[in-house]
């Protein structure tokens, strides 16, 4: 985010925040290489689909982690204002696909979460593992290609972008196509989370008040002294029935917990960059400390989502110790030849 014209001030000012992100590389590469590790495992508590969502979602996690270390580093090494602005206008190539892939596939991952929920007993006929592939393999594409608008191509709304924005043109910068399209996309990511949470939420009252009645069911039932055959046949399949719906509803409310923090990780990762580009869209020009601090926030979530599936998950934190455990004893044995 450096011009031509005042890097030096900027890189002085603002070079901690660099050595952050650089300082973040080792932690955002083991976290996704260790969570990628765990996923392809058998036993981590997730279905096939979404083991195969989370993995492409680690994968952008680790790119972009890469990307934003590389373009910090390339921040604090001495070079020219012409060479700095340069590797300023192709910034957008290390952060756009990420932008729309990571915002695409949580909503895959919500929608995916939302036919489980609903749909129990048909979802496996609904999502299979070729249909879940294919969607997602156009899904990932499209998004992909959207980045389109990060390349400083002349002439161009995203080539006028780039070349303004490294310039600290802001002015320039108002109604300016690209921050309508990305701040819009991000805004259908959110309102597709929140509908398929809201809706995920009335479906667990509605288990809730289920098992509430056949609750009522059976203790009205265990009170009658002489009791029927038949009635004896339905009050144990309503038992079976009380016993099924509670053992869902907590496996539902685990993986909304899930679901949930990965919305938030996500959010969190580009909600301030989204902030940032309405501010600019309506002409409010903003100190450069604020994009800055967004480079940091956006580099530290790119570990954050290993915690999620550490704390919510128990399957997950149980073969997570059992891959650290045979890592340890491999190296222990390699190093004690």
């Given at each position: 985010m450096a011009s031509s014209n005042s890097s030096s001030e900027y890189l002085e000012t603002y070079s901690t925040l660099f050595y952050l992100n650089v300082a973040q590389l080792p932690l955002s590469v083991l976290a996704n290489a260790f969570?990628?590790?765990?996923?392809?495992?058998?036993?981590?508590?997730?279905?096939?689909?979404?083991k195969m969502l989370i993995k492409a979602l680690t994968v952008c996690y680790a790119a972009y982690g890469v990307g934003q270390a590389i373009t910090s580093l390339l921040q604090i090494v001495p070079m020219s204002a012409n060479?700095?602005?340069?590797?300023?206008?192709?910034?957008?190539?290390?952060?756009?696909?990420?932008?729309?892939?990571?915002?695409?596939?949580?909503?895959?991952?919500?929608?995916?979460?939302?036919?489980?929920?609903?749909?129990?007993?048909?979802?496996?006929?609904?999502?299979?593992?070729?249909?879940?592939?294919?969607?997602?393999?156009?899904?990932?594409?499209?998004?992909?290609?959207?980045?389109?608008?990060?390349?400083?191509?002349?002439?161009?709304?995203?080539?006028?972008?780039?070349?303004?924005?490294?310039?600290?043109?802001?002015?320039?910068l108002r109604g300016n196509f690209v921050l309508i399209f990305c701040a819009s996309f991000l805004l259908m990511a959110v309102f597709t989370s929140i509908v398929s949470t809201v809706s995920l939420l009335v479906i667990a009252r509605k288990q809730s008040k289920a098992i509430a009645d056949v609750e009522i069911a059976v203790t009205a039932a265990g009170s009658t002294v002489n009791q029927r055959k038949d009635h004896n046949d339905t009050l144990?399949?309503?038992?079976?029935?009380?016993?099924?719906?509670?053992?869902?509803?907590?496996s539902n409310r685990r993986a909304l917990l899930t679901i949930f923090l990965l919305n938030v990780v996500v959010f969190i990762s580009w909600f301030p960059l989204t902030?940032?580009?309405?501010?600019?869209?309506?002409?409010?020009?903003?100190?450069?400390?604020?994009?800055?601090?967004?480079?940091?926030?956006?580099?530290?979530?790119?570990?954050?989502?290993?915690?999620?599936?550490?704390?919510?998950?128990?399957?997950?934190?149980?073969t997570a110790k059992d891959v650290f455990m045979k890592t340890l004893r491999i190296y222990c044995s390699n190093t004690t030849k």
């Open positions: 969570t990628y590790c765990i996923l392809r495992q058998s036993t981590t508590g997730f279905d096939s689909v979404t060479a700095r602005f340069a590797i300023c206008i192709y910034q957008g190539v290390l952060s756009f696909p990420w932008f729309f892939v990571t915002l695409t596939v949580t909503s895959l991952l919500n929608l995916n979460r939302y036919i489980l929920v609903a749909k129990p007993l048909r979802y496996h006929h609904i999502v299979t593992d070729r249909r879940a592939v294919v969607v997602m393999s156009a899904a990932i594409t499209s998004a992909s290609l959207l980045a389109i608008v990060g390349l400083p191509i002349p002439k161009t709304p995203s080539g006028d972008f780039m070349m303004n924005f490294c310039k600290s043109n802001m002015d320039a144990a399949h309503d038992v079976e029935e009380m016993v099924t719906t509670r053992r869902q509803r907590k902030i940032i580009y309405v501010l600019l869209g309506v002409g409010v020009n903003f100190p450069p400390v604020f994009g800055s601090v967004y480079v940091f926030l956006s580099m530290s979530t790119t570990w954050w989502h290993c915690l999620v599936y550490l704390i919510t998950n128990r399957m997950f934190r149980e």
